[in-house]
């Protein structure tokens, strides 16, 4: 059973940054298919930004390209977002989320919920203008 702990979210006004962690245990796998998502009160939980488990390659929105970033410690367990230049749009619950490796090795994961089975239970940001 895969667990996954989020942590790092808070209250920043725009502009500002955030760097979420999230932490994996509890599989076999050397290392997994990670992904961010986030969900906005009244909308539909939307897929943020994604990583490959050996190529290291990224994939984002593109509401968050050039301002986010994804990135993995596998020694660690550990996949971090930071986000910059934070906007109030940003604000929203944000959900660590991870899959299956097979078939990510290279290519990161589609930005689908769909493709993961794993979730965290979300860590607040909050951006204020």
């Known amino acids: 059973q895969v667990q996954l702990a989020e942590s790092g979210g808070g209250s920043v006004q725009a502009g500002g940054s955030l760097r979420l962690s999230c932490a994996a245990s509890?599989?076999?796998?050397?290392?997994?298919?990670m992904g961010w998502f986030r969900q906005a009160p009244g909308k539909e939980r939307e897929g943020v930004a994604t990583?490959?488990?050996?190529?290291?390659?990224?994939r984002y929105s593109d509401s968050v390209k050039g301002r986010f970033s994804i990135s993995r410690d596998n020694a660690k367990n550990t996949v971090y977002l930071q986000m910059n230049t934070l906007k109030p749009e940003d604000t929203a619950m944000y959900y660590c989320?991870?899959?299956?490796?097979?078939?990510?090795?290279?290519?990161?994961?589609?930005?689908?919920?769909?493709?993961?089975?794993?979730w965290g239970q979300g860590t607040q940001v909050t951006v204020s203008s």
């Open positions: 989320a991870a899959a299956d490796p097979r078939g990510c090795n290279y290519f990161p994961p589609p930005l689908s919920r769909a493709s993961f089975m794993n």
């Open positions: 990583i490959a488990t050996g190529s290291g390659l990224t």
């Open positions: 509890g599989y076999t796998y050397s290392s997994l298919c």
